[in-house]
């Protein structure tokens, strides 16, 4: 079978050519693996004109083409595939900065591919970055078809994107994982900070480890599992009106620094914050920044300029979450202006994404949860901030005994005038609060806490505590004093028991461990 190995390098960046698997980069195990595969005569590589040259192939007898485009749409990604794939029977199409590319599965792919004369194979259950794809020529060409005025960036998942527009109309097979593995979120490609230093700790387990199979190394890896956050929280404002009966904030900082929490006025100074922004760029590259840990974050007078200043680094992205009742047009519009004039995001988020907390299809239950009547200036925030993001703003209901009526009427209406609303689980804060929820969705077997392993919450004095549930206890440092490496190196070991079934502390009553931010 006359195969065409198409490796994408237009979504590589510098952790592609860095040589730490034993001195050779990402980029040279890909193609190493490229010229390898199983009837493969020619490699071609799609790249932008900027990124670092390319190692020849050792194999002589394929040819190589390098196919440079100032940039790539999935338009022209699909168009030219069709074109360079002509005369071969199938096209297996991967990732330049992927170091692990499998050539068993990879042989097991074709294999499929050949004997059901699939249109589209794939490997299912595997993590991301550990098989490719399989297309074959008349696929592909009909996939151009499809994507012909599709001019979003190429990411990992287009091909199936536009697949997927009309899947019925292709035979495709699958090989189904040993064991699924999805769940682990793993990414072996070096696109990122975060996944070049996963990929790196995993190669340098596999040389010392008896084990060979990859995948059981990742699952019982600490290391490998928890690089670095992607997601931080940060109390930029310490007010909020303390009245919403689901939230242990009010009467934990009033208990800790003995003042009502409406009544206190601590803002983060615009200079602290921008210690902390870059801290968070040079430390994970790339993440998402909330502003709303605790407190509200309209309340803060330079709102809009703690938002330039995260915009500023274009692998940082914001969330802001609030009741919505402080926003003003005026604010809504500086922070516009602010966006209008970012460069677009290397996290693929949108620059600013809003939460607006509702909780409820009418003015009383909203009464009920929050304790005020700010129910028409919540659902004024969102008409508010819709012409000005669309496709960043989301109303949220929080699921709780008292408002289970209200969750099928709010989700109907919202999700007709947005396109997406939010339904979020009840916290009790490990059984801080009294218990509210409705359904108990908790999985069957634990897995190891997602905000333990990638999160990390700074509060207005730079105190960073281990988790947001802990509130203002268990510190692991301050921002401003420590380095953010040390405070962050401080929850692996909660990490590790967690990934031996031992709970500590609040973990052992805390339920939000399987909840997921960005």
Known sequence: MKTIVILFAGTAGEYAYNPVFDGK???????????????????????????????????????????????????????????????????VYG??????????????????????GAEYCFADGYPAGLA????????????AGLAKDNAAC??????????????????????????DLRSLRVSLYCGTKRDALQCERLYALMQKSDEKDICSIIESSAD??????????????????????FCPYPKAYEDRFSVNVAKSAEFMPVEDFQKIIDKISNFSNDAVVSLSLWGEALR???????????????????????????????????????VSGAAPRKNRQEPVNWIVDIDSADENM??????????????????????????AVYPQFLRMQENELHMEPFYRYWKEKCGKAIIQKYDSFAERLVQRKVADLTPVHRNPCWHIRRDMSILINGDVPLCKEHMFDNICGNIFKDEIEDIWQKGFETFKCHMNHEYKGLCRNCDEYYTFNF
């Open 132 to 143: 490719p794809e399989i297309i074959h020529h008349d696929t592909a060409n009909i996939l």
């Open 366 to 391: 909203y009464q009920t949860l929050h304790g005020n009547n700010g129910f028409a200036k919540a659902v004024q925030a969102v008409e508010i901030l819709l012409p000005l993001f669309p496709n």
């Open 25 to 91: 980069s990402a980029s040279e195990r890909a193609l190493s693996w490229a010229e390898k595969v199983p009837g493969a005569d020619t490699v071609a590589v799609l790249s932008l004109p900027d990124q670092a040259p390319l190692h020849s192939l050792s194999a002589e007898k394929l040819s190589f083409k390098h196919i440079i485009q100032e940039k790539w749409t999935v338009s022209l990604l699909l168009k030219t595939i069709a074109e360079i794939s002509c005369g071969f029977d199938a096209i």
């Open 224 to 245: 490998v599992l928890r690089t670095l956050p992607s997601f931080y929280s940060v109390q930029i404002a310490s007010a909020c009106k303390g009245t919403c009966t």
């Open 95 to 116: 990732f330049i900065d992927a170091p692990f590319y499998s050539a068993e599965i990879t042989a097991g792919l074709l294999e499929t591919f050949k004997k059901y």
């Open 154 to 179: 190429v990411s990992r998942t287009s091909i199936f994107d536009v697949l997927k527009t009309d899947i019925n109309a292709f035979e495709i097979e699958t090989e189904i994982a040993p064991k």
């Open 300 to 338: 803060h007078k330079d709102l809009a300029k703690l938002v330039e200043i995260v915009l500023a680094k274009p692998e940082l992205s914001v969330l802001i979450e609030t009741t919505g009742e402080d926003l003003t047009p005026e604010t809504a519009g500086q922070i516009a202006k602010v």
